[in-house]
């Protein structure tokens, strides 16, 4: 399964490259996240996301290499989606919902929300 979805990731990928004025708006975004309780490392995560934005709104997604502390590495998928839209010229409001799983750990998710004001 995992074979098949690097395989298309590679595939739209390529697509998105070989002609640009048909990927208006797709991107790729490599990701690395790492995490720590007070100073104990507890592992990491590489994220390979394509993804597509349009008027303040995005969806991603793609292969994730997890990495934890002590544990074995595994592939596994990750997605997330958000949303933002200006309130004013200087304040903004944004929020992102997220996912991921794994073979070996039930499937994780994840929800942000806030605000940007720009001075």
Known sequence: MFKLLIASGV???AAALASPAQAEGFYLNPEFNAGWSGSDFTGSVL????GWEKDGFYIQGGPAYA????GEAEL???GKMGIGADVSE??????EVSA???DDVDAGYGLKVGG????
Do not use: L, T
Not at 67 to 70: A, E, L
């Open 11 to 13: 595939a739209v990928s």
């Open 47 to 50: 994220e390979g996301h394509i």
């Open 67 to 70: 990495q934890p502390d002590g």
């Open 76 to 78: 596994g998928f990750s």
């Open 90 to 95: 200087s304040f903004g409001i944004y929020g």
């Open 100 to 102: 991921a799983k794994f």
């Open 116 to 119: 940007k004001y720009k001075f």
